[in-house]
């Protein structure tokens, strides 16, 4: 059974940093794309930014230059840096991962899921 598991959530506060880790497990993901995701309340679900089997990392503009993800395929872990984080910047946010070796920003090319972790900037 494929299983992804966020970390690292809580509270913090405007401009600070946060580094969440998404622990997969059930299958080897080395060789597929990993996924950040979003939702804020009353807000759609959106792509924050993906990782390539390869390493290849794409952003949302939205958070370009501030957040940044990597791989560790030998632990099948994922992180997602977030650096200089704003209020707007709060959500759940969850990962997801492709059964390719690239993904883009959308939600249909990811087969698994995370059930998520908040992130809540206080101003």
């Known amino acids: 059974q494929v299983q992804l598991v966020e970390s690292g959530g809580g509270l913090v506060q405007a401009g600070g940093s946060r580094r969440l880790s998404c622990a997969a497990s059930g299958r080897t993901f080395s060789n597929s794309a990993m996924g950040w995701f979003r939702q804020a309340p009353g807000k759609e679900r959106e792509f924050v930014g993906s990782?390539?089997?390869?390493?290849?990392?794409n952003y949302a503009d939205s958070v370009k230059g501030r957040f940044t993800i990597s791989r560790d395929n030998e632990k099948n872990t994922v992180y997602l840096q977030m650096n200089s984080l704003k209020p707007e910047d709060t959500a759940v946010y969850y990962c997801?991962?492709?059964?390719?070796?690239?993904?883009?920003?959308?939600?249909?090319?990811?087969?698994?899921w995370g059930q998520g972790t908040q992130v809540t900037v206080s101003s």
């Open positions: 990782i390539s089997s390869g390493a290849r990392t």
């Open positions: 997801a991962t492709a059964l390719a070796p690239y993904s883009g920003p959308y939600s249909r090319e990811y087969a698994y």
